[in-house]
């Protein structure tokens, strides 16, 4: 039997129930995602977003989802919500992203046509905490469910990586083993409708998730699979 000695970390996004909040945190999600980002099906505001937060247990982490919107609402958010960590999915650069006192993580579209090496985004986004790759850009928002050729992932990151776009229970598994990610952004993959969670979706994809965990064979004289996992670092 294979023995973990890392783990996949889980967020949950979009999340718009306090009930849903609560369940992740019983499920062991490590961060669930209130979005702010306007046009967003899933969007809510800081004071909604500052009731959920209640419902989290200690130790998951609150994390504001933000698109191009203006520092003040972002200054808000921060203000009202408390969270431990700010994701940008716009146009911000680095100075925008690490202006507010929160350490960040940078989402990468890739739908976009071309994407910068890893050498380049961590030269454009030095303080970033990781980078989240997900299948927006080129018309396609965030949440919509689609996704990318995993191998377009650029390589030479010594950030952690978060693989999101077009994950579920269906499919979580096989990306957790193609790529190795850090963690895993899911959001419409464990919803009934967009913002309204499905308990046995979000059960089910934990549990594929821990189901490849225990498949990622660990090489500690090589120093691969799980020992790059544990950095952030894909093999």
């Known amino acids: 039997m294979s023995r973990t000695l890392f783990r996949t970390r889980i967020k949950f996004c979009g999340m718009t129930r306090a009930g849903d909040v609560r369940l992740a945190s019983e499920l062991g999600a490590d961060a669930v995602g209130f979005v702010f980002a306007d046009g967003s099906p899933r969007r809510v505001h800081a004071a909604e977003a500052r009731a959920?937060?209640?419902?989290?247990?200690?130790?998951?982490?609150?994390?504001?989802?933000?698109?191009?919107?203006?520092?003040d609402e972002v200054r808000d958010v921060v203000k009202q919500?408390?969270?431990?960590?700010?994701?940008?999915?716009?146009?911000?650069?680095?100075?925008?992203?690490?202006?507010?006192?929160?350490?960040?993580?940078?989402?990468?579209?890739?739908?976009?046509?071309?994407?910068?090496?890893?050498?380049?985004?961590?030269?454009r986004f030095p303080a970033a905490a990781a980078f989240l790759f997900d299948s927006h850009g080129d018309g396609v928002d965030g949440g919509s469910g689609r996704g990318f050729d995993w191998s377009r992932i650029p390589s030479g990151l010594v950030k952690p990586v978060i693989l999101a776009g077009g994950i579920g229970a269906h499919n979580v598994f096989d990306a957790i083993l193609h790529t190795l990610p850090w963690g895993v952004d899911v959001s419409s993959g464990i919803e009934a409708s967009p913002g309204i969670k499905d308990g046995d979706r979000m059960r089910e994809?934990?549990?594929?998730?821990?189901?490849?965990?225990?498949?990622?064979?660990?090489?500690?004289?090589?120093?691969?699979?799980?020992a790059a996992k544990a950095n952030g670092i894909r093999k």
């Open 52 to 71: 959920m937060r209640n419902a989290l247990a200690p130790l998951v982490d609150a994390v504001a989802v933000f698109r191009d919107n203006d520092a």
């Open 81 to 123: 919500v408390r969270p431990t960590l700010l994701q940008f999915h716009g146009d911000e650069d680095d100075a925008f992203c690490r202006g507010f006192g929160v350490p960040y993580v940078k989402a990468i579209g890739m739908g976009n046509t071309l994407v910068a090496d890893g050498v380049a985004l961590q030269v």
């Open 205 to 226: 994809f934990v549990e594929e998730v821990r189901r490849a965990d225990c498949h990622v064979e660990p090489d500690i004289e090589a120093g691969t699979a799980t």
